[in-house]
């Protein structure tokens, strides 16, 4: 459902 948009507001660096 949020799961990225969690992640990256919650771990942005991993994401990128």
Same mark, same amino acid.
């Given at each position: ?11 942005? $660096?991993?994401? $990128?």
């Amino acid at each position: 459902k949020c799961t990225r948009v969690e992640i990256h507001l919650l771990t942005p $660096q991993g994401l $990128q």
